[in-house]
């Protein structure tokens, strides 16, 4: 449930804006592309990073035949203008939906809105429930603003009334400009963001308003379920600073929100389980991406875990985070 694709070929839409390090490809070698930011290296990818074909054949060797895929963070460009944003989103959008509609035994698409314009997200939000999306991807924080802010709580709403999921994925991490060595911005940083944007969802009664809205994490969640003690301590000791907005304690929410299992750590995951609970955990490779689980779930097969809880986590909680059910 945690997948991220590409179209082969993007427009220029620096050009086509007429300004910005939008992302565009250079295909230098058979097989291989640089993701560019406007002039500067940002990626290589290969053909597993557009190809559906490619993917399905690289799952199926891992007995999965089944993905859910959604954009790179680094496309949202949320710093856009609105409009320009949106023409984006619904670019990548329509590619999303088209892979599906090719291959709807293989592919359940994420969509991307333009989180910076409330109007325009929820016009394309609608827009992608009409194609059959059953939800979408965003960013854990909108050009640094906490996602408890006013103006996203419509957005929310709506895909809360449109029975839409919604799936929290870190980007732009707070701190990066002085911690660009050891990729540190990945490792330190986006488990960080995570934890920042449940905590403001909890805090700014987010989650409390909208409880039929079903929220999914990346990576585990983050850093949030490893210090949740720390974050519920510091609720009970200081409700002066914490508990100004939403007076329920952070573990109320506890098995309320769902995780993916990319946390390349059995011991870790058994925390994960036991803490967010065996029904809100479910497998997420973060495919095709070097930090990502590539061998898509060995390690949770590895596990003895009982086969009921391996269900869950393989496809059941995921069925259940997207429609509502388990199908």
Request: glycine letters at 8%; aromatic letters at 12%; one cysteine or more.
């Amino acid at each position: 449930m945690h997948t991220h694709i590409l179209p082969e070929r993007l427009p220029n839409f620096a050009d086509k804006f007429g300004y910005g390090d939008f992302i565009h490809l250079e295909h230098h070698k058979k097989g291989f592309a640089r993701m560019m930011r406007g002039q500067f290296f940002f990626r290589e990818i290969s053909s597993n990073c557009w190809d559906p074909k490619v993917r399905v054949g690289e799952y199926l060797h891992f007995q999965t035949p089944v993905q859910v895929v959604c954009t790179i963070p680094v496309m949202f460009s949320y710093w856009a203008k609105p409009a320009d944003c949106l023409d984006l989103s619904r670019y990548l959008n329509d590619h999303l939906a088209a892979i599906v509609e090719d291959f709807p035994e293989h592919y359940i698409g994420l969509g991307t809105i333009p989180m910076q314009d409330t109007d325009l997200a929820i016009q394309e939000l609608h827009r992608l429930h009409e194609l059959g999306f059953p939800g979408i991807q965003i960013g854990s924080n909108v050009n640094q603003l906490n996602l408890n802010e006013a103006q996203f709580f419509p957005i929310f709403q709506a895909c809360q009334d449109l029975n839409m999921a919604v799936f929290v994925h870190p980007w732009e991490m707070m701190g990066s400009e002085h911690i660009g060595r050891y990729w540190l911005p990945w490792l330190v940083g986006m488990p960080a963001e995570t934890s920042r944007a449940i905590c403001s969802l909890i805090f700014g009664g987010v989650m409390e308003r909208l409880p039929k809205l079903r929220f999914c994490f990346a990576h585990a969640g983050g850093s949030f379920l490893p210090t949740v003690g720390r974050v519920q301590h510091g609720f009970e000791c200081r409700p002066d600073l914490v508990a100004v907005d939403n007076d329920k304690a952070p573990r109320h929410y506890l098995g309320k929100f769902w995780v993916d299992s990319a946390t390349h750590d059995p011991q870790l995951l058994r925390y994960i389980l036991e803490v967010a609970g065996e029904d809100k955990v479910c497998l997420g490779t973060d495919y095709p991406f070097p930090l990502g689980d590539l061998e898509i779930g060995t390690f949770i097969e590895q596990m003895n875990l009982p086969e009921s809880t391996v269900e869950k986590i393989f496809y059941k909680n995921t069925l259940e985070w997207l429609y509502g059910t388990r199908g």
